[in-house]
């Protein structure tokens, strides 16, 4: 598969993953980033199945449910493929990627901007600490005002 | 080598005691000199340059996973800062900067850079309370005082000008306290930071809310906090600055004209930045936009044709004469390369010196230099506020992770008969969530993720829970104990062949007693707002202690105190009421050191008021 393509197989699977639509993450500017990213950080025989198994749920699988639940049983479990879902919601949640496990574990932010546009903080109806400055007083009301 | 260059002045450390104490003397037309361990680029108060620094820091803060105080800064091989991800759990160890005997690891942190700590501080600047000045007298406790709160108000004032303290002083309602504690026209610089939303949730259920503790009944006040973070401005605040009057021999305040309106100080590396807090949420460890006070305001605002500053100069001690009585220099090491043994050795000269390195780096330099110590009190007396942290889930959203730090406090326990029977403390209110105890929402991400969950159920359960995420803070009061200390060790050297601090600490029962007392109090206040209790301690945690058989884990509040204490006999104290070394006339000690007990307040606007009373001193003694 040529790398344009993946990048697209990229943006649907993290949509998947992180429960935000496409658009959503485009607009992060993260999107290319990640995607070199997790590409440098994986086994490639091991990419290439996670992609394979996607590619196989999203051909089977029309409804978000059915998506959803093939992607459940295939693909986040937590043998499945080496951990790889979860390290990429992390790393678009909080912009960061562990490498190793245990004392010799290793977690690194890739860029500023990947901790500034950590999804987390939207969730929290929040902002990262120390950036997006919602502005002086905006903590006296909720965040929906 | 020797500098022949001589000062009026020479201060060691560019923190806030050095920088208030160089102001005030550079305006009042002495020459000082500053020597500082940090980087040059630290120090650079240029705008373009000051920008880039900053930047840097913030750039690092960014990228580095782990977010404790010390995160954004350089931590140098040639003046090494002690740092929390350093401690441990099983005492004794050296592996940080630290030398840690125990049996309790000390639990906090400080930067050796230009500006200090309080580049990440978090800026609340409390008053003690009068009875805190009269433990001894008045509970049985600890030690009183030299003096009592009324001498130190008029150095509170000029504190509060210095830092720019944002609060309402009608809200602050404390125990044990009159009207006079402030002055009945008193107000602060600028009006009172936003309480956030969450403040109201839980001041709601909690604000007169009574609770029961050891047989007697308490109710519970919450107050605004005053802090050092730029608001609008109080069109009432007339001063204008802090003015040496020689006919007096007396620092005093002076006002503004009629139209005079305070101005908040800006960042130091663009005047249209910082002049009011934008709630970026990350006062500590760095304000992005320098709203909050640091101390590199203060040197940008001193009088810099009297002002020198050595950067990259690291003092290993002073010299005294024959006598011993008096100083006649103070030995530094010069490095250009912060990661590397070579340095070369310099000795200057001044009328009067000053050590403010901050208290464990203070205690280290006068060991080494075998001097001020015939008390046998250097290093001893090391104290900090014990932050038991208690956290639960609120019925309804509460929207956490916005605003500073800190807007609101419980102030009932800061005083009272219980003293006699155990510590005091302040509880505020904490807007950053689980951050602190937990490391969320990190951890909320991870416990979410082990569930197996993904995609749109993940984000909702993440929003569940992130929203509803309250923590309390209960920051007990630490008295002094002479076996809690710094000492120095031939064992123990850094790369420049400085002495690394040796610690050895402990928590004494009646602080225990009250980490008991304070959970029983948050308790009632978790269950009068319907809060789901979830703090949870581990005894193999650090600093995790036991009492009556239960566990409490406390973690440092970065309040360094206590370690060369002020007195009025030269029998059990450092320094006189002066801060002035009883053993040596022309050596002063600033900083939070000098503070012979902590109070309920965190120490550095005490700190500040203690740095305007010993500019006084030093002035006088320049000029007799
Ligand atoms: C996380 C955190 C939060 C805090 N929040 C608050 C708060 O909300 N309110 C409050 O009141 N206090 C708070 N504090 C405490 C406050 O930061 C300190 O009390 C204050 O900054 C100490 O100021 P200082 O000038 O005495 O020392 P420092 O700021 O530590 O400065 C010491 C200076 O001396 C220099 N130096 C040290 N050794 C040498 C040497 N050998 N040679 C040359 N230079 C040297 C250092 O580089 C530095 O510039 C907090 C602390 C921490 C860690
Ligand atoms: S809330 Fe933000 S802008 Fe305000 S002082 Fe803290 S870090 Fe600075």
């Known amino acids: 598969m040529r790398n344009t393509e993946r990048l697209k197989l990229f943006a649907k699977i993290s949509a998947v993953l992180t429960g935000f639509n496409v658009m959503e993450l485009w607009g992060t500017s993260m999107m290319e980033t990640y995607f070199y990213w997790v590409n440098a950080q994986t086994k490639g025989a091991e990419l290439d199945s996670f992609y394979a198994e996607f590619e196989k749920v999203f051909t089977y699988n029309v409804t978000d449910e059915a998506i959803d639940r093939a992607v459940a049983d295939s693909i986040m479990p937590k043998e499945s493929f080496g951990g790889l879902a979860n390290a990429i919601i992390t790393l678009w949640y909080l912009g960061q990627w562990t490498c190793g496990e245990g004392e010799k574990a290793k977690t690194y932010i890739p860029t500023p901007e990947a901790y500034q546009q950590g999804l987390i903080w939207l969730i929290g109806q929040t902002h990262p600490p120390g950036a997006k400055q919602p502005g002086y007083g905006s903590w006296a009301t909720t965040p929906d005002k | 080598m020797s500098d022949k260059k001589q000062y009026d002045v020479v201060i060691v450390g560019s923190g806030i005691a050095g920088a208030i104490i160089a102001k005030t003397l550079t305006h009042a037309g002495k020459s000082v ?18 920008a880039a620094n900053y930047q840097n820091y913030l750039n690092t803060y960014y990228t580095n996973p782990i977010k404790v105080p010390n995160s954004p800064y350089p931590n140098l091989k040639v003046a090494p800062s002690a740092d929390v991800i350093d401690i441990k759990a099983d005492t004794p160890y050296d592996t940080g900067y630290l030398v840690q005997k125990g049996p309790v690891p000390f639990a906090s942190d400080n930067f050796r850079g230009p500006g200090g700590t ?50 309402n002083v009608g809200e602050q309602v404390l125990p044990n306290v009159d009207k006079d504690f402030f002055g009945s026209k008193y107000v602060f610089p600028m009006e009172k930071i936003p309480q956030s939303y969450m403040d109201g949730v839980i001041m709601r259920n ?34 204008k600055g802090v003015k040496w009057d020689k006919r007096e021999g007396a620092l005093k305040m002076y006002n503004g004209g009629e139209r005079y309106e305070y101005q908040p100080v800006p960042s130091v590396f663009d005047p249209y930045q910082g ?60 490095y250009t ?47 900090d506020h014990m932050v038991m942290l208690t956290w639960g889930l609120t019925p309804e959203k509460v929207y956490p ?31 950053w969530g689980w951050a602190w105890p937990t490391g969320a929402p990190a951890t909320t991400l991870s416990d979410c993720l082990a569930k197996g969950q993904f995609g749109k159920h993940l984000r909702a359960s993440i929003h569940e829970n992130m929203t509803r995420q309250f923590l309390l803070h209960f920051e007990c009061e630490q008295t002094p104990d002479p076996n809690n200390r710094v000492t120095i060790d031939e064992k123990y050297k850094d790369i420049l062949g400085n002495y690394r601090p040796v610690i050895s600490y402990n928590i004494t029962d009646y602080v225990r007693k009250a980490f008991e007392a304070s959970m029983t109090v948050s308790k009632q206040i978790f269950e009068a707002s319907g ?43 450092v320094v006189d009421p002066d801060m002035r070394c009883w053993d040596h006339k022309n050596l002063f000690l600033a900083g939070c050191g000098n503070m012979p007990t902590l109070g309920t307040s965190n120490p550095t606007l005490t700190m500040a008021a203690l740095a305007f009373k010993s500019a006084e001193a030093i002035l006088k003694q320049l000029e007799s």
């Open chain 2, 206 to 239: 909690t604000d007169n809310l009574k609770v029961k503790l050891n047989g007697s009944e308490y109710k519970i006040r919450c107050t605004s906090t005053p802090q050092g973070r730029n608001s609008d401005p109080n069109i009432k605040y007339k001063r």
């Open chain 2, 118 to 167: 309080t580049l990440h501080w978090l800026g609340t600047t409390l008053r003690m309370l009068p009875n805190d000045f009269k433990m001894k007298s008045k509970y049985g406790v600890a030690v009183d005082w030299p003096f009592e709160y009324e001498t130190m108000k008029r150095f509170y004032e000029m504190a509060e000008f210095e830092i720019g303290v944002s609060g």
């Open chain 2, 531 to 573: 809060i789901k209790d979830e703090t949870k301690y581990n005894p193999t945690d650090p600093d995790c202690v036991e009492y009556n058989g239960v566990f409490y884990k406390f973690n440092g509040a970065g309040h360094i105190v206590g370690t060369h204490r002020m007195g009025s006999s030269p029998k059990d104290s």
């Open chain 2, 33 to 50: 000199l500053i020597l500082e361990a940090g980087l040059e680029q630290g120090m650079d108060l240029d705008p373009t340059g000051a």
């Open chain 2, 401 to 431: 992770y916005r605003g500073p730090g800190s807007t609101t406090n419980i102030p009932t326990f800061r005083d009272g008969v219980f003293r006699k029977d155990h510590t005091a403390w302040i509880s505020p209110l904490d807007n």
């Open chain 2, 275 to 334: 002049e009011r807090c934008e709630g970026n949420a990350s006062c500590v460890p760095i304000c992005p936009v320098q709203a909050k006070y640091n101390a590199l305001k203060t040197i940008k605002s001193a009088e810099s044709k009297n002002l020198t500053i050595y950067v990259q100069s690291v003092v290993s001690k002073v010299k005294l004469d024959k006598t011993k009585k008096h100083i006649t220099g103070i030995e530094y090491k010069r």
């Open chain 2, 337 to 383: 390369r912060p990661d590397k043994s070579e340095y070369t050795e310099h000795t200057i000269e001044g009328e009067i010196y000053v050590l403010a390195g901050s208290a464990i780096e203070n205690a280290k330099m006068l060991l080494a230099s075998g001097a001020a110590n015939s008390s046998d009190q250097v290093g001893r007396n090391l104290m």
